[in-house]
């Protein structure tokens, strides 16, 4: 006999575990079993004010994140939407069902922001490493790099000319990557001239 779907969205309580309804083998269980984040907010301390309205959690931006990045949603908006349906999402980023979303726009603001300041994507690259040498994963010796080009996200009218005059201290091109670009170049003995130098992207080419 042909089965009809009996309408089940009209219940008032449920008894919901979202930790019932994430495979074991889910890649989620693997990355959350390995990451440590408990030191994150004493490295962000410093950059947040003692006073005002609580922000939103810095740990639940990272493992939104990371979930963006583990599954390659690049769109801040459509990654909070993600996070909004997905129940695997929700588990890994400690969100219960009624807890809300953060805007995509606090992302934004951080990501080029506080956290960009804090050094807080190089402090995570960094306590990965560690426990991947402390469970014997890998040594720390050595390391590989991925030499892909990459189409820069820069503009050829933004830039200027090897030789050519440019107030680099101007607010609006004083970046952490213009700094960090003219302080190796600094360092180098035999710096070769590029074509151009990006103001909004100085390591592109």
Known sequence: MMGQQKNGQDRLFYAFNLEDHVPAGHLLRGIDACIDLSGLRQHLAEHYSHTGRPSVDPELMIRMLIVGYSYGIRSERRLCEEVHLNLAYRWFCRLGLEDSV??????????????????LF?????????RCMVSGLVKGEGFAVDASLIAANASHQHSVQPGEPCDFDRAEIDTRPMREYLTALDKETNATATRKISLSDPHSR
């Open 102 to 119: 953060p805007d995509h726009s606090t992302f934004s603001k951080n990501r080029h922001g506080r956290f960009r300041e804090s050094g």
């Open 122 to 130: 190089r402090w995570v690259f960094d306590e990965v490493v560690r």
